[in-house]
Each structure stands twice: as structure tokens, then as C-alpha cells.
């Protein structure tokens, strides 16, 4: 018998959340269930419940920032066991069978992967995400996280950490790469940490010099604030990579102009309308406009084990879940510093 869990959850895309109760489905042969402790809020929630990213079922309890408790193991599963701390991220499930699956890609999976909330589960159930009490997933979508980081600061890591440590892996940050990063929110604070951590030398680029303190601290080398015109003619040409991390409209134009030869500039923020680009910014210095998603399995593995060897987690602010539709309103005005996180024994 599935059974059901509390919850919050949005009745529509026009509503508050509210609380209310879901099922998950029995512990089957390769699953794991999770007592959920705690779980971030992320943009794309709200952008998910609120239908900017199109028409949803509802209710839907968003949340893909999930960390907590593994409380029983199915007959099959091997890589987790009771009372393991662990992790789940934006995805639960993918075909595993198509070559971006077998490459340790699934989140590139070409059969679409299943989101951890709002998607359509193998079993063709919609499903439900971390704003709840407890999770099954299957064991190979679940992550260890690894002592040295608390189960709060490590929630947002399966999305925000995630998010930002792929394109810098993969656009090769590290010693000697001059690394700027779009935007000092829940993704952006995360995209400095980590690379810092890997060496780069990093530069936040900001509306404001605002959070300009904030920025030095978590390990930024410079700072500059973008409504400054003089930003873009004095570091015209600096950057071999810059992560933009805003889920806003920017003249993408004038950020290619910061890059050097061969840089790229990768989008991991998600705005609804399209993002233009001008072709002699691109070509003029041969430079790329890319974008990038979560990581696959492995990698989020590999992003966990890097964190907690620096000792990195989220800035977080820990909330009640009564508070969440007052976070959601906090996140649109950029008022939080740097991810909210919902003590989920409050639901």
C-alpha cells in the first residue's frame, strides 16, 4: 500500500502552498526510503509551482534539495543502508540504457530523465519533491553525503552545488583561469566557493556592490558591480570563463564582451524568455555561448566528496515550513543570503 507523507504543496499555479499530505509509493526490491530532514528552496520551484516553465499537475509539492536519513533498504540495494546519510537531487530516475545514460550523463538522458518533482515517474505516477516528510527513490539516484558537512548546508549542494561545479569541471577552472560568476545569489555564492576551491581566480559580477563583503569573504578576488558602465570597458577581455547564474534577461551581448580568446560564457540560470545574442560578439573573438544543466550521478558524487575534503557547504537560512510562501516572496526580491532551507519536522 503507497503511503502518505505530510507535505506542502501548491493547490495551483495562482496559490500559496499549503500543507497537505502525498503518497509515495512501497519500498520496492531497488529502493531506498529517505526520512527527509531538511530541504532547500530553489528558483526553479517557484518558477515550477507558479507555471513559468509551462502547465503543471497539481497539487505539486516542489523540492529537489533534499538531505536526510535512509530508513529502509529494498531486497536489492547495495549502495545504501539504514541510517546512512544521504542525498537527492533534481532527478530520481532516467532509462539508463540510451549513451548519454551509459556515460554517467543522466541528466542529459535523450529519453528525458524523471524530475524529482513535477515529472512522470516509470510507474506513471506524477512526481512529488522534498517539501515533504519522507522520499522513496531508486538507490542509484541517491547520494552519500559525506560526514564533514551538516545535513542543512548540504541540501542545496544537490542543486545549486551541483549546478555551478559541472560547467566549472567542465570549462576547466583551476589555477591560472580567470573565472567570473553572473550574480551572488543561491547559485552564484556557490559558483564562488567552488572556484575558489579549485583555484581559479574568481570576480563577481553584481548589479550593486551590495553584498560586496559577502562576496570577498566566500572567496572572490575582485568585484564589480554591472550598473556601472565602466565594468565592461575596463575588464573587456579578462575572463576565460564566466558562469551566469541569473534566471533574469541580460544583454548577453556586452558579457561575451568580457571574455578573452576561445572564453565561454555558460548560462545555468533559467529565464523564461529567450536570451539574444548579437553574432559579432560571438565570433569576434571566437568565443562560445553555452549553457549547462545539473550533473549526472557520478559527478554529484564527486561534487559532494569535493565539498566536504574543502569543507563547503550553502550559506543557509533555516526555516519553518509555514514560512515558505514568505521565502518564495524573500527570493523574487533577492532577500535571502544565500538559500533558504525548510526544517521539514516542522511540517
Known amino acids: 500500500m503507497p503511503m502518505a507523507v505530510s507535505a506542502y504543496a501548491a493547490p495551483s499555479a495562482t496559490e500559496d502552498l499549503v500543507p ?22 530553489c528558483h526553479s520551484d517557484i518558477h515550477t509551482v507558479r507555471g513559468d516553465w509551462g502547465p503543471q499537475q497539481f497539487p505539486l509539492a516542489p523540492g529537489h534539495e533534499i538531505a536526510g536519513i535512509v530508513t529502509e533498504v529494498g531486497a536489492n540495494v547495495t549502495k545504501h543502508a539504514v541510517g546512512d546519510r544521504v542525498g537527492v537531487g533534481c532527478m530520481v530516475n532516467s532509462c539508463g540504457e540510451c549513451k548519454n545514460c551509459l556515460a554517467g550523463e ?48 548540504a541540501a542545496p549542494l544537490l542543486c545549486a552545488g551541483i549546478t ?45 556592490l551590495k553584498k560586496q563583503e559577502d562576496g570577498l569573504r566566500l572567496g572572490a578576488d575582485a568585484y564589480y558591480a554591472t550598473s556601472d558602465l565602466n565594468t565592461f570597458t575596463d575588464l573587456a577581455g579578462s575572463f576565460d570563463l564566466i558562469i551566469n ?28 524568455e529567450p536570451l539574444p545574442v548579437q553574432a559579432f560578439a560571438l565570433i569576434g573573438g571566437r568565443r562560445s555561448f553555452a549553457g549547462s544543466m545539473i550533473g549526472g550521478i557520478r559527478e554529484t558524487q564527486e561534487m559532494l566528496d569535493f565539498c ?5 557547504g550553502a550559506e543557509i537560512e533555516v526555516i519553518p515550513a509555514d514560512k515558505i510562501n514568505d521565502a518564495y516572496e524573500r527570493v523574487l526580491a533577492s532577500d535571502v543570503r544565500y538559500r533558504f532551507v525548510i526544517d521539514t519536522s516542522t511540517l
Open 106 to 153: 543522466e541528466q542529459y538522458c535523450l529519453n528525458g530523465n524523471v524530475g524529482t518533482y513535477g515529472g512522470v515517474d516509470r510507474d506513471g505516477t506524477i512526481t512529488q519533491g522534498g517539501y515533504s516528510t519522507q522520499v522513496v527513490v531508486t538507490e542509484d539516484f541517491v547520494l552519500r553525503i559525506p560526514e564533514g558537512i551538516e545535513l542543512d548546508a
Open 308 to 312: 566536504a575534503e574543502h569543507k563547503l
Open 245 to 272: 547564474t541569473v534566471s533574469a534577461s541580460l544583454d548577453i551581448s556586452a558579457y561575451l564582451g568580457l571574455l578573452s580568446l576561445d572564453g565561454a560564457l555558460v548560462n545555468v540560470g533559467a529565464p523564461a
Open 20 to 41: 497537505t499530505t502525498i503518497e509515495r509509493r512501497d519500498v520496492g526490491p531497488d529502493d531506498v526510503l529517505i526520512d527527509i530532514k531538511f530541504a532547500g528552496i
Open 164 to 208: 555551478t561545479f559541472s560547467p566549472l569541471r567542465h570549462w576547466g577552472a583551476g589555477p591560472g583561469k580567470k573565472v567570473a560568476v553572473v550574480g551572488l545569489g543561491g547559485l552564484g555564492h556557490m559558483a564562488v566557493k567552488l572556484a575558489h576551491a579549485m583555484g581559479a581566480e574568481v570576480t563577481v559580477l553584481s548589479q550593486s
